[in-house]
């Protein structure tokens, strides 16, 4: 009888979990596309990326991603591109660490974590999941080298956050500027972490498990 009470809860417990709507095929994809070409993806290949989740160097140690690449959405891809055109003429640009990330991805990154601060529980899913949230920074265009930041890349501690200000006064501009331009071209930050930016407008895109 025991047994029998725990399995009805274990089965109770899975009934309410839930599991949100996930674009796994790519025949869907193809004819979401189709009735509306701003949720195609679109691989940014100009603007110089460092996909951590292609390599082991990254938080989980391990590799994420088959392939070094970064696709967003027709219109978060558009405006980033503005951004990039509007950095240019103060000798600036982008790196990009992150843009689109498979569902799977983010059902393996939270087992570890635990935290939405940093990383999406898959009950809701993420901004990433949706080709709608970008990582990335700032470079000098002539050295190509980061400008200084708060911390680097995947940073868990609240010196992340967007309102951490213990802080050298050109870290704090950069940052500034950083989110500056990107709010200005349609991202919106994520106040946990200065380098996380979602483009407005996120909720229409589905979440994807689509590979890379």
């Known amino acids: 009888m025991r047994k029998l009470f725990a399995l009805l809860l274990i089965a109770a417990a899975c009934a309410t979990t839930p599991h949100p709507p996930v674009v796994r095929d790519v025949a869907e994809y193809d004819r979401q596309v189709a009735a509306d070409p701003d949720k195609r993806l679109v691989e940014i290949t100009d603007i110089p990326r460092d996909v951590r989740y292609a390599t082991t160097n990254n938080f989980m140690h391990a590799k994420l991603y088959p392939v070094s690449k970064v696709l967003l959405r027709r219109p978060a891809a ?33 087992k570890p974590i635990r935290n939405p601060d940093f990383v999406a529980d898959p009950a809701k899913g993420s901004r990433h999941n949706r080709g709608a949230a970008v990582d990335l920074t700032l470079i000098d265009l002539r050295t190509g080298n980061e400008l200084p930041m708060p911390t680097g890349y995947d940073d ?7 309102d951490f200000n213990e802080l050298p006064a050109e870290v704090i501009a950069n940052r500034a500027k950083l989110r500056e331009v990107m709010t200005k071209h349609g991202f919106d930050p994520l106040p946990s972490e200065w380098w996380h930016f979602d483009f407005r407008g996120w909720e229409r895109f589905e979440l994807m498990d689509l590979p890379l």
């Open 156 to 162: 868990f501690t609240p010196r992340a956050r967007q």
């Open 78 to 110: 558009i405006a980033l591109h503005e951004v990039e055109r509007e950095l240019a003429h103060d000798g600036l640009g982008l790196k990009i660490f992150d843009g689109y990330r498979p569902y799977r991805v983010t059902v393996r990154m939270w």
